[in-house]
């Protein structure tokens, strides 16, 4: 695809600050950094061009929320090569961690350096679309094995990007690989499916058996239905009910390939308060469940 062709993405929205306060150590665990482009090129054969979300600005939007912790997702507009994303945790290694990705020719050694900078996982893409991979760039789930190993290792876990409709189907190699799972999005289904699909029920007994974790993030990816997105809210109340053990949150800033109206990180936060009332699992999901995860000191 010529770069003409590649579609552009609009750039993220100022944020507000959520509702409420939040906790100290707090925690949002989904977000990328983008470029410069000028010293970290996006890949040649990429699905979409970002707008330029360097690391201060990402801090920006940390500090604006109230997040004193962050983890960023190697994004596929930089296809296989993690330098952005590296070089943040490089400059913030008290407050960042990372989850890269790597095909199969890393070696294990890389990946052992990655740990060290503060990489805590790597994301495989088992997203289609027309029966392809929907983003150009990403690793196929079928590269898993070759780190899995190394991965359990250090104390990794697998991230997936995946539409649960497929889940009933992977959970067996999932289970094979055993490493935790984490699942982005609370499984990007379509909300106007509902939360009784065979997929999403298969994610609710995956967190509730405790071996797969979920992001509460992604509801306008859910939902078409700006900005309060109420059709995704049984998924996120599902997901809480089934194990809030295994559920941390993300905004997903600053939301590359957007389908819909961009959304206010800020905004999706103050909704994550609203639809999860009890403090102490608000507390839970922002700072405890993160710190286990992605080994932040308590």
């Known amino acids: 695809m010529a770069?003409?062709?590649i579609p552009a993405c609009l750039p993220p929205r100022p944020v507000t600050p959520p509702r409420e306060k939040l906790p100290p150590k707090a925690c949002d665990t989904h977000a990328h950094v983008f470029g410069p482009a000028d010293?970290?090129?996006y890949a040649a054969d990429r699905s979409y061009t970002p707008p330029d979300a360097p690391l201060a600005t990402y801090l920006g939007m940390l500090d604006a929320l109230g997040f004193s912790r962050g983890v960023l997702v190697q994004g596929s507009a930089h296809g296989h090569d993690n330098s952005a994303m590296l070089d943040a945790l490089q400059r913030e290694p008290a407050r960042l961690r990372g989850v890269a990705v790597a095909d199969a020719d890393v070696a294990a050694g890389t990946l052992r350096q990655w740990h060290v900078l503060g990489v805590r996982g790597l994301r495989f893409n088992h997203f289609f679309r027309g029966g392809q991979l929907h983003y150009r760039g990403g690793i196929p789930l079928s590269v898993?094995?070759?780190h899995a190993a190394v991965m359990a290792e250090l104390g990794w876990h697998l991230q997936l990007w995946i539409d649960v409709k497929d889940l009933p189907d992977t959970v067996p190699t999932l289970k094979a690989l055993g490493l935790p799972v984490v699942v982005d999005h609370m499984g990007r289904t379509d909300a106007a499916a509902g939360i009784?699909?065979?997929g999403f029920q298969s994610l609710l007994r995956a967190v509730g058996?405790?071996?797969c974790w979920a992001k509460l993030?992604?509801?306008?990816r859910l939902s078409q239905r700006a900005p309060d997105y109420p059709d995704a809210r049984p998924f996120h109340e599902a997901l809480v009910s089934a194990n809030s053990e295994q559920l941390v949150w993300g905004g997903d800033w600053p939301h590359p390939r957007v389908e819909g109206e961009m959304p206010d990180a800020g905004h999706l936060l103050t909704l994550f308060q609203e639809w999860t009332p009890d403090a102490a699992t608000r507390h839970r999901i922002l700072v405890d469940n993160p710190a286990r995860l992605y080994g932040f000191p308590n």
Do not use: D, I, K, Y
């Open 3 to 5: 770069v003409s062709e």
């Open 196 to 198: 009784n699909t065979a």
């Open 209 to 211: 058996e405790g071996w």
């Open 39 to 41: 010293r970290f090129p």
């Open 217 to 220: 993030s992604g509801a306008h």
């Open 144 to 146: 898993a094995g070759t």
